[in-house]
């Protein structure tokens, strides 16, 4: 198996795990895996609300520790300054809290129910990723 073939396999693997994990979530919960919402709740502690929240955080990160063990991780190159990932982080944070909601919360979850509003939201999300790339590689650079 060549190395494309192989990302081909690994692309579908891992969508296939969202999927299953993401209607797991919504069948067993009736809750939207959207990682913002999880990640915020814990701010918000509510009695029985915090276990499967946890468990949720813990599985992401438990499969990216596991994946080592069995595949390479692809090399991670970050080119760019200490100071505009902070602002990136920034700018995602209050992108968040505009859109009410994530990529993951909207792209994932609320497309596959089918939610105008959601696929608004990821239009726009696209849109502005696209115009960000733009404005960061061509006019902030010169």
């Keep these: 198996m060549n190395y494309p073939d192989l990302l081909s396999w690994h692309a579908m693997a891992g969508g296939l795990a969202i999927g299953f994990a993401v209607t797991l979530l919504l069948l067993f919960n009736g809750r939207v895996a959207g990682i913002s919402g999880i990640i915020g709740g814990l701010f918000r502690l509510q009695r029985g609300d915090v276990s499967w929240r946890i468990a949720f955080i813990l599985g992401l990160v438990l499969s990216v520790t596991s994946w080592k ?34 990529t993951s919360g ?21 849109v502005t990723a696209m115009m960000t ?3 960061v590689r061509h006019v902030f650079t010169n």
């Design 106 to 126: 909207h792209g994932v979850c609320g497309l596959s129910r089918g939610s105008s509003r959601s696929f608004v939201a990821t239009a726009l999300f696209i």
């Design 69 to 102: 063990f069995f595949f390479a991780l692809p090399e991670i190159q970050i080119e760019t300054s200490h100071m505009m990932l902070i602002l990136a982080g920034l700018l995602v944070g209050f992108g968040t809290r505009l859109g009410s909601g994530c």
């Design 133 to 135: 790339v733009y404005w």
